[in-house]
C-alpha cells in the first residue's frame, strides 16, 4: 500500500508541475472572482431599488392626494401607483437566473391587471440558459473547460511516447495504476471546486444553511458528471487529439446547440398567445363597456360584489363606480385567456424538466435556479401574488368609491401592505438524480472500456 502511496505522491507532483494545470486555475479563478463581483453588483443593485420602494410610494401618495384635494376618492383613484417587489434570495447572488431579465419591482392601479403584468416576456427557462457569468455559469461552463484541458491527455500522452508500453509491461496492476492517474485529477479538480465555492460563499455572503449545501451538491456531482465523460473518452484509448476534439464537441453540444434545439421544441410545441391575448382581451372587455348598457356591466360586478347593488348609478351620466366595475369586467373578460397563460408556463417548465433528463447540463442550470429562487416557477409565484395584491387594494377603495368619500378624508396610507412571496424550498431532488444517473452511466461505461482497450499494449506512435 505504500509504495501505491509514493506512485500517487509523485504523480500528483508531476501533475502539478504541468503549467496548463496553473495557468488554467488561474483563469478560472479570474473568471470565478469576477463572477463574484458581477452577481453581488446586480443584486446590490435591485435591493437598493426595492429599499427606496416604500419611500417612493409615501411621496407619490402624498402628491396624489395633494393633486386630489376637493376631488372624491373615486376620481382620484385613477393617478396613484402601489408598488410590489419580488426580494432575491441570499442565494440569488450565486446563481441570477432570470432576474435580470423579468420585472422584480412591479406597480399596479386600481385599473384592470392583466394589462399591467407583463412589462417582459414570459421566457422559457432554455431560453435563458446562456446568460450573465454569474457564478453558476462559471461551475456550469467553464469548469467542464478546465476538466477536459486537465484530463484529455491523462494516458494518451504516455501511450504516444512510448512510455505505456514500459509501465504495461513493468507493472501487475495496470489498474491501479489507471485508477491512480485519474484520481489524481479528479482530486485536484476537487479540492479546486471546493475552493471556488467556498470563495463564493464568503464573497457573495452565502448563508451557512440548508439551499447552500444544496448548491454545493448540485455543484459538485455535475463536475463528477464531466470527470465521467473524460474518463470515457480517454478509457477508448485514442490519440490526445482525437479526445481533445471530442470532449470539445460534447461540450458544444451539451452546452450549446442541445439547449438551442430544446427550446426551439419548447416555443413549438407549447406556444403562448396568450399573453397578448390576455391584454387585448382586458382592453377590449374595457373599452366594449363604453358603449355597452351601464346595467349589463354593473350586473357583472355585482355578482361578485353584491354588497354594492344599493348604491345608486345613473344611466346618464359618468360615475366612478361605474367605471372601476368597467375595468373590473375587463379583468372578467380575459380570465380564461389569463389561466390558459399559466397554465401553459407551466407545461413548459415541466417540459423543460423532462428536457433536462437528456441534458445534464440544463437539469443542473434548473437546480441551482431552484434553490435560488430565480427561475420562471418563482416568477409566476411573484405576479400571482401582484394580482392578490391588486385585489386587496380595489377591495379596500372600493367602498370609499362607491360612497364619493372626499379625497382628503381618506387614510390613503392604509391600504393592505403588499406581502413578498416567501422562499420556495422544495428541494432540486429531480436535477440531482438526473446529474446522477448520466454521471454513474459514463462511469459504468468508462469501466468497461478501459477494461476492453488497456488489456493489451497500444502504441498510437506506430498507428
Known amino acids: ?97 432570470q432576474r435580470d431579465v423579468h420585472p422584480y419591482t412591479l406597480k399596479v392601479k386600481m385599473l384592470a391587471i392583466e394589462g399591467q403584468l407583463y412589462d417582459s416576456e414570459l421566457t422559457n427557462p432554455l431560453n435563458l440558459l446562456v446568460g450573465n457569468l454569474d457564478a453558476a455559469f462559471v461551475f456550469l461552463f467553464l469548469f467542464p473547460l478546465l476538466i477536459i484541458a486537465l484530463s484529455y491527455n491523462v494516458l494518451s500522452e504516455e501511450q504516444e511516447t512510448g512510455v505505456w508500453n514500459i509501465v504495461h509491461t513493468s507493472t501487475a496492476q495496470l489498474g491501479r495504476t489507471i485508477a491512480g492517474k485519474l484520481l489524481v485529477r479528479f482530486g485536484v479538480l476537487l479540492v479546486l471546486t471546493l475552493a471556488v465555492f467556498a470563495a463564493a460563499c464568503f464573497c457573495l455572503r452565502l448563508p451557512f444553511s440548508g439551499p447552500t449545501f444544496q448548491l454545493l451538491l448540485v455543484v459538485l456531482i455535475y463536475v463528477l458528471f464531466w470527470f465521467a465523460v473524460a474518463a470515457l473518452i480517454v478509457s477508448l484509448g485514442k490519440r490526445s487529439s482525437f479526445n481533445a476534439t471530442a470532449l470539445i464537441c460534447i461540450w458544444i453540444f451539451l452546452a450549446v446547440l442541445l439547449p438551442g434545439m430544446a427550446n426551439t421544441l419548447v416555443n413549438s410545441n407549447i406556444p403562448i398567445p396568450e399573453a397578448s391575448e390576455t391584454t387585448i382581451r382586458q382592453r377590449e372587455g374595457y373599452h366594449a363597456k363604453w358603449d355597452a348598457p351601464k346595467k349589463t356591466t354593473m350586473e357583472k360586478f355585482y355578482a361578485v360584489y353584491p354588497q354594492y347593488r344599493h348604491y345608486p348609478i345613473p344611466d346618464d351620466k359618468y360615475s366612478p363606480g361605474w367605471y372601476y366595475a368597467m375595468q373590473f369586467s375587463g379583468d372578467l373578460e380575459s380570465k380564461h385567456a389569463s389561466e390558459q397563460l399559466f397554465e401553459k408556463l407551466g407545461q413548459r417548465q415541466n417540459l423543460s424538466e423532462i428536457m433536462g433528463w437528456f441534458n445534464p447540463l440544463i437539469a443542473a442550470q434548473q437546480a441551482l435556479n431552484q434553490v435560488a429562487n430565480t427561475d420562471l416557477e418563482s416568477h409566476v409565484r411573484y405576479l400571482q401574488s401582484v394580482k392578490a395584491h391588486h385585489r386587496q387594494i380595489r377591495e379596500y377603495f372600493y367602498p370609499h368609491i362607491f360612497e364619493d368619500t372626499p379625497t382628503e378624508k381618506l387614510d390613503w396610507a392604509g391600504f393592505p401592505p403588499y406581502q413578498p412571496v416567501g422562499y420556495g424550498n422544495e428541494p432540486p431532488t429531480a436535477g440531482i438524480l438526473v446529474i446522477l444517473v448520466w454521471s454513474f452511466a459514463f462511469l459504468g461505461l468508462a469501466l468497461l472500456s478501459f477494461k476492453r482497450n488497456f488489456l493489451t499494449i497500444k502504441d498510437l506512435t506506430n498507428d
Open 1 to 97: 500500500m505504500k509504495p501505491y502511496r509514493n506512485v500517487l505522491r509523485l504523480e500528483l507532483r508531476h501533475f502539478l508541475r504541468n503549467k496548463a494545470v496553473v495557468l488554467g486555475a488561474i483563469s478560472l479563478l479570474a473568471f470565478a472572482f469576477y463572477s463574484f463581483f458581477h452577481g453581488n453588483q446586480v443584486i446590490e443593485h435591485q435591493q437598493q431599488t426595492i429599499a427606496s420602494v416604500p419611500s417612493v410610494q409615501k411621496h407619490h401618495l402624498q402628491q396624489i392626494v395633494a393633486h386630489g384635494a376637493g376631488k372624491v376618492a373615486g376620481t382620484t383613484a385613477y393617478y396613484p401607483f402601489f408598488y410590489t417587489i419580488n426580494p432575491p434570495t441570499p442565494w440569488a447572488r450565486f446563481t441570477l437566473g
